[in-house]
């Protein structure tokens, strides 16, 4: 196997738990979140998801070198 294909798949899968584990502790506030996603402007979000994007980068580089 490709080992950049099984680091995809191991961070893909990092993913999900870290965002099970967030609605399986507090679905509440996991659905506050949504809600408030909601209300917010499409350029909001879009830019929100470019930090996390950025940041996730980032962070990636730093760690993997």
Same mark, same amino acid.
């Given at each position: 196997? &490709?080992? %950049?294909?099984? &680091?995809? $798949?191991?961070?893909? %899968? *990092?993913?999900?738990?870290?965002? #099970? !584990?967030? +609605?399986?502790?507090?679905? &509440?506030?996991?659905?506050?979140?949504? $809600?408030?996603? @909601? #209300? =917010?402007?499409? %350029?909001?979000?879009? =830019?929100? #998801? @470019?930090?996390?994007? !950025?940041?996730? !980068? *980032? @962070?990636? +580089?730093? @760690?993997? #070198?």
């Amino acid at each position: 196997r &490709d080992a %950049s294909m099984i &680091d995809l $798949a191991t961070a893909l %899968s *990092l993913v999900l738990v870290v965002e #099970g !584990v967030l +609605w399986a502790v507090s679905p &509440d506030g996991m659905k506050r979140a949504a $809600a408030m996603a @909601l #209300g =917010l402007a499409n %350029s909001q979000l879009r =830019l929100a #998801g @470019l930090i996390a994007a !950025v940041i996730g !980068v *980032l @962070l990636v +580089w730093i @760690l993997r #070198g």
